[in-house]
Each structure stands twice: as structure tokens, then as C-alpha cells.
């Protein structure tokens, strides 16, 4: 059963904790990027990764960091330096470069307090 | 700058009604427009995609239109229903660049029995 997993779907953290978003894709997608989402706007491009042990900083990349060791994986770490990091966040992989569609996983919603 | 505007912001309709989403967009060069559905608390959903020579297209109940000359689209739903209900985003691709996607801020629709 091919797509894209975000866990946990739910997420409670403190102020001042580091946490780790998982992205997994079994599509066999080259690329893979990480959006945020909040009330009102459009999704924001935080990282995105076109290949294997490389990734760049997407519109708001300040506070979070990525690592791409495996194909099939690109987890998010919200780091304490992120001042609002309570939001929904978004996965996605595509096929490869920039022109096919991007599918999207079930999402992770990231509750600070 | 390249900017994408959806409206109504939100829209309330009557199951077994119709209703259009419109979506206007500065980007260029122009790649592909493309319309998401997006449920609540999951990720957004492909519904449809745009491309330049492209006028109208269908998918089931969902109709999206084009017109490249005033970059405008719309998204026309038929005979609602009520697993209608969601936010429905537009997200425009330019054609050059690794960060090249443009997303609008989505209309929210509810569709009441």
C-alpha cells in the first residue's frame, strides 16, 4: 500500500524542547518537502530535499532542520529557536525535479505550550 | 510578485446545490494551476490540474476552468454533498525554479443538509 506517513498525528511538546516530525514515503519519490500550515494562510515551504543527503531552506526555514539519509525518509526537527512552532505540518513527495504532483501525507499538528 | 488570491474565503451552501471557487494568480512564467481538496486535520488531495492551453477540465462533480489571459481559475462543484465539506486550495507552478510553487490560502466550504 504505496503513499506518504506522518507520525505522530499528534504532538504536545514544551517550550524549549527540541522534536522530531517523521516523514516516511514508500512512492519511491526523489523529492520530498516539509510545509507548514496555519489558520489563514497558505502553506509555507520550510525544507526540501530533491535527492539523497541534500536539502535546501525553503521561505521559513529559520528554527527547523532536516536530514535526508535515506530515500524513503525526511524527518523534521522543530528546534526551541522556533518561535511559534505550534502548527500543522505537512509532508509531501514528488517524483522527481519540480514538475509532477505533490502528494501529500496525513499531516502532524505540533502543540507547544 | 508572484501571488495567488482564492475567494469566497469561506462559503456556506445547501446539499444538492452548486457553487464556484475562484482562484486569481500573478504568477509567471506560468507552468500549471492545479485545485486541492483538503479535509480537515489531513493532507490536501488532487483534484484537478491546469495547464496553459488547458480551458476547462472535469472530474466527477468538480469542473475547473482556466483562462491563462487573465490568470484566472475557477473550480465549479455540481450537486453538493455533504463529504463536500472541506477546504479546497489553489497552487499555481511557475515554470523556472526549485521553489516554484505558490499556493493560495484555500476556500473553506460547508455544505449543510
Known amino acids: 500500500d504505496g503513499g506518504i506517513t506522518q507520525s505522530p498525528k499528534y504532538l504536545f511538546r514544551k517550550e524549549g524542547q527540541n522534536v522530531t516530525l517523521s516523514c516516511e514515503q514508500n512512492l519511491n519519490h526523489d523529492a520530498m518537502y516539509w510545509y507548514r500550515q496555519d489558520p489563514g494562510q497558505g502553506l509555507r515551504l520550510i525544507y526540501y530535499?530533491?535527492?539523497?543527503?541534500?536539502?535546501q531552506k525553503g521561505d521559513i526555514a529559520e528554527g527547523y532542520s532536516v536530514s535526508r539519509e535515506k530515500k524513503e525518509s525526511f524527518p523534521l526537527t522543530v528546534t526551541s529557536a522556533q518561535k511559534n512552532p505550534t502548527a500543522f505540518y505537512l509532508c509531501?513527495?514528488?517524483?522527481?525535479?519540480?514538475?509532477?504532483?505533490?502528494?501529500f501525507g496525513p499531516g502532524t499538528r505540533l502543540t507547544v505550550t | 510578485k508572484n501571488q495567488v488570491e482564492q475567494s469566497p474565503q469561506s462559503l456556506i451552501i445547501l446539499e444538492g446545490k452548486n457553487c464556484t471557487l475562484q482562484?486569481?494568480?500573478?504568477?509567471?512564467?506560468?507552468?500549471?494551476l492545479r485545485w486541492y481538496k483538503q479535509d480537515t486535520g489531513r493532507g490536501p488531495v488532487s483534484l484537478t490540474i491546469?495547464?496553459?492551453?488547458?480551458n476547462t477540465k472535469s472530474n466527477g462533480r468538480y469542473t475547473a476552468t482556466l483562462d491563462a489571459d487573465t490568470k484566472q481559475s475557477s473550480l465549479h462543484i455540481t450537486a453538493s454533498q455533504l463529504s463536500d465539506s472541506a477546504s479546497y486550495i489553489c497552487?499555481?507552478?511557475?515554470?523556472?525554479?526549485?521553489?516554484?510553487?505558490?499556493f493560495g490560502t484555500g476556500t473553506r466550504l460547508t455544505v449543510i443538509p
Open positions: 491546469m495547464t496553459f492551453s488547458e
Open positions: 509531501a513527495s514528488t517524483m522527481g525535479g519540480t514538475s509532477y504532483e505533490q502528494y
Open positions: 482562484c486569481n494568480y500573478t504568477v509567471s512564467p506560468f507552468s500549471n
Open positions: 497552487v499555481v507552478r511557475e515554470q523556472t525554479g526549485a521553489n516554484n510553487l505558490f
Open positions: 530535499s530533491q535527492i539523497v543527503n541534500d536539502f
